[in-house]
């Protein structure tokens, strides 16, 4: 069964921008619950009590239950808006949870067993992909988180969707790829540059000088007289004809 934590709120009978300003000169968070087919429903949060649950991991995917006076409301917090400067809550908005109906929720991912890791013993680093998850499942069973377990993965090895454990009664919202990257055991970078390094100065060494015994490449022969009687080249200047001697008288 799934656990729930209770926050108390108080219900405001005005929505609009004035009516949460208000609300916050009060000293209160001003917030609405929708969905399951319901009307909005305006509530006011102590602010202490929102920041302690949004300093805690993991409080998109954790349930709340909203106690409003008799009654109680099961929901997921879907949005939190901040102030600009102080950083501050100014806005909280709640899913309400429906029985039955199948809810998208990010769940995020545990790496374990990292001193199991041949690879991370050598140096190697967590290539992390996807530090959550985003699912759809049934509200009463919300994984509070997946794990991924890294025994016996060596350089570039993958950890994938399929090699989660906990994903039980969940389904991924990616549609392309099914069985995507969640993470990878990346080499370290030193040892990953000097690879291409070694390969490169082995395959420039045979070029860098010729083949023992092998003749020097021949000089380019002199350019041939032009055949007798042949036309002058284009721009050259004619050659002068020899003076006839002068006749004996």
């Given at each position: 069964m799934a656990s729930f934590t209770t926050i108390e709120a108080e219900s405001r009978?005005?929505?609009?921008?004035?009516?949460?300003?208000?609300?916050?000169?009060?000293?209160?968070?001003?917030?609405?619950?929708?969905?399951?087919?319901?009307p909005a429903t305006l509530i006011s949060l102590d602010p202490r009590q929102v920041l302690r649950e949004l300093h805690k991991p993991g409080w998109?995917?954790?349930?709340?239950?909203?106690?409003?006076?008799?009654d109680?409301?099961?929901?997921?917090?879907?949005?939190?808006?901040?102030?600009?400067?102080?950083d501050t809550v100014?806005?909280?908005?709640?899913q309400r949870l429906a029985a039955g109906e199948k809810i998208h929720v990010a769940v995020s991912v545990h790496f374990t067993n990292e001193l199991a890791s041949p690879g991370i013993k050598r140096g190697a680093v967590v290539n992390v992909v996807r530090h959550t998850v985003e699912v759809y499942c049934d509200p009463d069973n919300i994984p509070t988180h997946f794990e991924a377990d890294l025994t016996g993965l060596d350089f570039n090895a993958n950890i994938r969707w399929h090699d989660?454990?906990?994903?039980?009664?969940?389904?991924?919202?990616?549609?392309?790829?099914?069985?995507?990257?969640?993470?990878?055991?990346a080499p370290p970078v030193k040892m990953a540059e000097a690879a291409p390094a070694e390969g490169a100065a082995a395959a420039a060494a045979p070029a860098a000088a010729p083949a023992k015994g092998k003749a020097a490449?021949?000089?380019?022969?002199?350019?041939?007289?032009?055949?007798?009687?042949?036309?002058?080249?284009?721009?050259?200047?004619?050659?002068?004809?020899?003076?006839?001697?002068?006749?004996?008288?």
């Open positions: 009978d005005r929505a609009g921008k004035g009516a949460a300003r208000a609300t916050r000169r009060a000293g209160k968070v001003p917030a609405v619950i929708y969905g399951a087919k319901q998109r995917s954790r349930l709340f239950e909203l106690k409003i006076g008799n109680a409301t099961r929901a997921l917090i879907r949005d939190v808006q901040f102030h600009p400067v102080s100014e806005h909280v908005d709640f989660l454990k906990g994903t039980e009664g969940t389904r991924p919202t990616a549609v392309v790829d099914k069985d995507f990257v969640i993470a990878t055991v490449p021949a000089k380019p022969a002199a350019a041939a007289a032009p055949a007798k009687g042949a036309a002058p080249a284009k721009g050259a200047a004619p050659a002068k004809t020899p003076a006839k001697p002068a006749a004996k008288k």
